[in-house]
Every structure is written in structure tokens, then in C-alpha cells.
């Protein structure tokens, strides 16, 4: 089910919920990533396994962009994350944005990025908040175009 329509460089692409046959498209994305760490996956029945968990959960939105001739072209999750911080706001998490190499700097990963900027207004969230690894700088000088601010350093720790 198309959630909406995007436009860019005179396209329109179908944004749609990820159903589970998309899994294998949206694990191509993930590895085509400039820093490559998907690529090394090994299980992709525990990717299945996450898919269900997510598509079950109400707080989660995968979302799936299709091209005019049905093949998969971006991706991202948005999780909604309720909080007792900042007078019990609600938080929107965008997280592993993609896009198709071949169609990066049309246009599409920023109108998917102001349609999920959209959705958290819609469901009441009060800050829109992402991560990015320090390497991609011009995922950063992207972000910063599309109006967010690197505000906060993250930690990570690896189990």
C-alpha cells in the first residue's frame, strides 16, 4: 500500500511500507552504503527475523521507495521513541537511510527525508533526531541542507 508519492528530478517514486519480500532489496541497499558493513552479512534469516519484529511493532515504519518500474530504490526506518525528557515528548529516530547509488543527488533521499520529517509532525513527535558515522561527511553536509544540526557526539558499544 503507497503511503505516498515523491517527486524528484521529474520522477515520481511510490513510498510504501516494506512488506517481507522486500527484505533481499533493502539488504542490497544497506550493503551498497559508501562504508560497506552490511556486506559481510552472513544471516539473512536473522534480517527476516528483525523485519517481522519491526513490521509488528507500532513504533516502527520501514519504509520502502519504488521506482517507476517496481524495483526497489531507497529505504529508511523511523522509529517513534516516547520519552519522559523534554515534558514527555515524543522523539521520531530516522535511521539507515538509503538510496540507490545510480540516483543519488536527484533529489530523492531529501524528499523522502521531509516526507518522514511530515510524519513525525503527524503522529505528534516534537524533535526529529539521526545518527551518521563520522566518516560520511557528505551524508553530514547533507543533513545539514535539509536544516539539522550536529548537536550531540553518540557512543557506541559493541556486543
Not at 507500532?58 to 519522559?84: D, H, K, N, R, Y
Not at 515528548?89 to 539507515?96: F, G, H, K, S, V
Request: charged share 30%; net charge negative; glycine share 10%.
Amino acid at each position: 500500500m503507497t503511503l505516498t508519492t515523491i517527486e524528484a528530478s521529474g520522477t515520481r517514486y511510490a513510498l510504501r511500507r516494506a512488506e517481507r519480500d522486500d527484505v533481499e532489496a533493502i539488504l542490497e541497499l544497506l550493503a551498497g552504503d559508501v562504508l560497506r558493513r552490511e556486506e559481510s552479512r552472513s544471516d539473512d534469516a536473522a534480517a527476516l527475523r528483525a523485519f517481522e519484529v519491526i513490521d509488528a511493532d507500532a513504533s516502527q515504519l520501514l519504509v520502502v521507495v519504488e521506482g517507476p518500474g517496481g524495483a526497489i530504490v531507497g529505504t529508511m526506518q523511523l522509529s517513534f521513541i516516547p520519552g519522559l525528557s523534554r515534558g514527555g515528548a515524543t522523539r521520531m529516530q530516522i535511521e539507515a537511510v538509503r538510496v540507490d547509488e545510480a540516483l543519488r543527488g536527484g533529489g530523492i533521499g531529501a524528499a523522502m527525508i521531509e516526507w518522514a520529517i511530515g510524519c513525525a509532525r503527524e503522529r505528534g513527535a516534537r524533535l526529529v533526531q539521526l545518527t551518521s558515522d563520522a566518516r560520511r561527511e557528505a551524508a553530514h553536509r547533507f543533513y545539514e541542507r535539509l536544516g539539522f544540526e550536529a548537536s550531540h557526539v553518540g557512543f557506541k558499544l559493541a556486543l
